[in-house]
T-cell receptor, first 116, second 114 residues
Framework: GAGVSQSPSNKVTEKGKDVELRCDPI?????LYWYRQSLGQGLEFLIY????????KSGLPSDRFSAERTGGSVSTLTIQRTQQEDSAVYLC??????????????FGSGTRLTVV | AQKVTQAQTEISVVEKEDVTLDCVYE???????LFWYKQPPSGELVFLIR??????QNEISGRYSWNFQKSTSSFNFTITASQVVDSAVYFC???????????FGTGTSLTVIP
């Protein structure tokens, strides 16, 4: 696609339920990132996928968070047993392999998650 | 410690005024890149500019200009003759030569009042 596509754009869920957030990166971009933006905060790194390499999960805040990337393209971020502190905007970004450091990412519009 | 600090949380200016957004960074790498992104109400982060650590030339693009000073570890962003459409949250970010992530500041929310 022309840009990074994220769905849903908004999600309201009850505390304790599981949610899945989807990211469709730019075609051909091998690197995919998830970030979390909480109210009044900067962007918090969650996880990074690069090609067929093992993902860098160092930013995941707890074991309730997991992500996968199928076929080197679409990625799903799953949050189990959601808590109110999980409420945030979850941003996905992609980049060409080897160019991230220099050229940065292309971001999606994010999924606004509200846990009630 | 914060690698990128944007001390200004919110700024309001009247249309046509100039405004400078501050960014201070911290890194031990000799090769690194600095970025500014704009996040309008729609939520998507829009890339504005990238500078590498070896190029301290200031840059001007239309009403936007950037002042990169390694001596003070700062990468400030100035909007000249601000317009209502400039209202957004602006993020400064650092990308180091190693590692997999950007380090973002907490953002500066700019409101331009007509």
């Amino acid at each position: 696609g022309a840009g990074v596509s994220q769905s849903p754009s908004n999600k309201v869920t009850e505390k304790g339920k599981d949610v899945e957030l989807r990211c469709d990166p730019i075609s051909g971009h091998t690197a995919l990132y998830w970030y979390r933006q909480s109210l009044g905060q900067g962007l918090e790194f969650l996880i990074y996928f690069q090609g067929n390499s093992a993902p860098d999960k160092s930013g995941l805040p707890s074991d309730r968070f997991s992500a996968e990337r199928t076929g080197g393209s679409v990625s799903t971020l799953t949050i189990q047993r959601t808590q109110q502190e999980d409420s945030a905007v979850y941003l996905c970004a992609s980049s060409l392999e080897g160019s991230r450091v220099e050229y940065g990412y292309t971001f999606g519009s994010g999924t606004r998650l509200t846990v009630v | 410690a914060q690698k990128v600090t944007q001390a200004q949380t919110e700024i309001s200016v009247v249309e046509k005024e100039d405004v400078t957004l501050d960014c201070v960074y911290e890194t031990r790498d000799t090769t690194y890149y600095l970025f500014w992104y704009k996040q309008p109400p729609s939520g998507e982060l829009v890339f504005l500019i990238r500078r590498n650590s070896f190029d301290e030339q200031n840059e001007i693009s239309g009403r936007y200009s950037w002042n990169f000073q390694k001596s003070t570890s700062s990468f400030n962003f100035t909007i000249t003759a601000s317009q209502v459409v400039d209202s957004a949250v602006y993020f400064c970010a650092l990308s180091e030569g190693t590692g997999n992530q950007f380090y973002f500041g907490t953002g500066t929310s700019l409101t331009v009042i007509p």
